[in-house]
């Protein structure tokens, strides 16, 4: 019933966005005298603000026509190398002569399947794309896929891991952010406990929950306190009709959105503000960075109710994985296996998402890896947003990777220097601040001299009457907000 009167409430919207579109067009033509009066430009500004406001964003895509490599502009251009109902593997092919390609370490670029879309790594794979082949995860939207495909859950989920690991036949590097830490471990768990050849030759962790019990943040600590059942019955719904995936029970996207935004939204209502204010100045530079981003962070993708209540049980509520209780398909995973993959894990001092120090319990749990073949990175300064974007994952992290790859890869001699990345500036942020950087944290502010997580009381957004509930499955929140005991 939730997902309908959503869905009625955004139908009943669609002949206002269609007049406030065409409003501003009217307003904004050439030919119109009120296009340059303080009017025109308020009007025209107000009805772009409702349209964005009110509209349903479609999945965006990566763009990446083209990297640079050394002083050359190479053209890259995508490719689908393996596809299942809820996944397609894509390949960032590179207009290099075979020779060069093969020469760069190979890299699969797991990416969270979290109510946000791949897309959400395009900087990643973009810092990335100069020196290595990337392959990404693109998560299918569950809403898209008939009920015909079947069940989508953890265990799933670490079937398709270990599928696309053995395309490389073992010549790969897995790169886990976030929420697919678990089952990316899991997955190479199992593997080198069968022998399998096609292990692949380091993993990487970024920001992973591996052991929530190490300082647990808002989020793992509301996840204990109500358990599954809780989630089951408040935010699990079924797909309406008419979308491909009409029935099947999910964890709906505009549910986590909506919950997520609430946890800033005073930021996310000054960002509107000012993109408000820069249309009526014509600051067009401004304006476009703020679309860009929203565009990218308003497109929310619905999740399989069995993956969202299984991660949230194993990973939040009885930690099977630290604990060693964690078993895929009915068999026992045991990170202790793990020989001959390389390890590295990458926090950030200010995350709040992923608490300090649950990442790095990756570690403790290898231990059939020697110490020389796990690396450890902590980043100052920096939030969950940070570890696998933006400028300071450009510069600093992005060259740290490169360097752990190259260290593990059989043809390291072969492989030529680049640069991984072309070490651009930030560019500059809207309204005064980047607004990816209060997207993904509770903070007011990531990286900007937000006051410390420890003074900043979580109820200070959250009213008494109102039981708000976050969890965090990868870098993105869901948060279901409930009044009193009667759903949204």
């Known amino acids: 019933m939730l997902y309908h009167l959503y869905e009625m409430s955004h139908a009943a919207l669609k002949p206002a966005r269609a007049v406030a579109e065409s409003v501003r067009y009217i307003v904004e033509s050439p030919f119109n005298p009120l296009k340059h009066t303080p009017v025109g430009r308020h009007a025209a500004a107000a009805c772009e603000v409702f349209e964005r406001t009110t509209r349903r964003y479609d999945k965006p895509i990566f763009g990446l026509a083209s990297t640079e490599i050394g002083n050359r502009r190479v053209a890259v251009r995508e490719e689908v190398v393996w596809d299942r109902p809820f996944c397609k593997l894509i390949h960032f092919h590179r207009d290099l002569p075979m020779a060069e390609r093969a020469q760069d370490p190979r890299v699969l670029l797991v990416a969270p399947m979290s109510g946000h879309f791949a897309t959400l790594l395009r900087g990643t794979v973009e810092a990335l794309l100069p020196s290595h082949e990337v392959y990404i995860t693109d998560w299918q939207d569950a809403r898209s896929v008939p009920l015909q495909a079947g069940r989508f859950a953890l265990d799933d989920y670490i079937d398709y891991v270990r599928e696309m690991l053995t395309l490389f036949k073992g010549d790969?590097?897995?790169?886990?952010?976030?929420?697919?830490?678990?089952?990316?471990?899991?997955?190479?768990?199992?593997?080198?406990?069968?022998?399998?050849?096609?292990?692949?030759?380091?993993?990487?962790?970024?920001?992973?929950?591996?052991?929530?019990?190490?300082?647990?943040?808002?989020?793992?600590?509301?996840?204990?306190?109500?358990?599954?059942?809780?989630?089951?019955?408040?935010?699990?719904?079924?797909?309406?009709?008419?979308?491909?995936?009409?029935?099947?029970?999910?964890?709906?996207?505009?549910?986590?959105?909506?919950?997520?935004?609430?946890?800033?939204?005073?930021?996310?209502?000054?960002?509107?503000?000012?993109?408000?204010?820069?249309?009526?100045?014509?600051?067009?530079?401004?304006?476009?960075?703020?679309?860009?981003?929203?565009?990218?962070?308003?497109?929310?993708?619905?999740?399989?109710?069995?993956?969202?209540?299984?991660?949230?049980?194993?990973?939040?509520?009885?930690?099977?994985?630290?604990?060693?209780?964690?078993?895929?398909?009915?068999?026992?995973?045991?990170?202790?296996?793990?020989?001959?993959?390389?390890?590295?894990?990458?926090?950030?001092?200010?995350?709040?998402?992923?608490?300090?120090?649950?990442?790095?319990?990756?570690?403790?749990?290898?231990?059939?890896?020697?110490?020389?073949?796990?690396?450890?990175?902590?980043?100052?300064?920096?939030?969950?947003?940070?570890?696998?974007?933006?400028?300071?994952?450009?510069?600093?992290?992005?060259?740290?990777?490169?360097?752990?790859?190259?260290?593990?890869?059989?043809?390291?001699?072969?492989?030529?220097?680049?640069?991984?990345?072309?070490?651009?500036?930030?560019?500059?942020?809207?309204?005064?601040?980047d607004p990816a950087s209060v997207a993904f944290t509770f903070a007011p502010a990531n990286d900007v001299g937000a006051e410390p997580i420890s003074s900043r009381p979580l109820a200070g957004a959250l009213r008494r009457e109102t039981l708000a509930t976050s969890i965090m499955i990868n870098g993105v929140v869901c948060l279901h907000e409930q009044v009193g005991h009667d759903e949204d």
């Open 172 to 433: 790969v590097h897995v790169f886990a952010v976030c929420q697919p830490a678990v089952p990316v471990m899991a997955a190479v768990s199992l593997m080198e406990e069968d022998g399998d050849p096609s292990v692949p030759l380091s993993m990487i962790l970024a920001g992973g929950p591996i052991d929530t019990r190490v300082s647990p943040t808002a989020v793992n600590r509301v996840a204990v306190e109500h358990g599954v059942k809780w989630f089951e019955s408040h935010v699990i719904t079924a797909v309406p009709w008419p979308y491909k995936g009409a029935g099947r029970s999910v964890y709906p996207g505009f549910l986590q959105l909506s919950g997520f935004m609430s946890m800033n939204l005073d930021r996310h209502a000054n960002a509107h503000k000012e993109l408000f204010l820069h249309l009526i100045r014509g600051d067009g530079d401004s304006a476009e960075k703020h679309r860009e981003f929203y565009d990218e962070y308003l497109a929310v993708m619905d999740l399989t109710s069995e993956f969202y209540l299984d991660t949230i049980d194993n990973v939040f509520v009885r930690h099977t994985l630290p604990k060693g209780e964690m078993t895929s398909r009915g068999r026992r995973v045991d990170p202790g296996k793990i020989h001959r993959t390389a390890l590295m894990t990458i926090e950030g001092e200010k995350d709040d998402i992923t608490g300090l120090g649950q990442c790095r319990a990756a570690h403790a749990l290898c231990s059939g890896l020697p110490d020389e073949r796990k690396l450890h990175v902590e980043c100052a300064g920096v939030g969950h947003y940070g570890i696998f974007n933006g400028s300071r994952f450009r510069a600093e992290i992005a060259p740290r990777i490169a360097q752990f790859v190259r260290t593990f890869d059989p043809r390291a001699e072969l492989i030529p220097a680049r640069a991984s990345s072309s070490r651009r500036q930030a560019p500059p942020a809207v309204g005064g601040y």
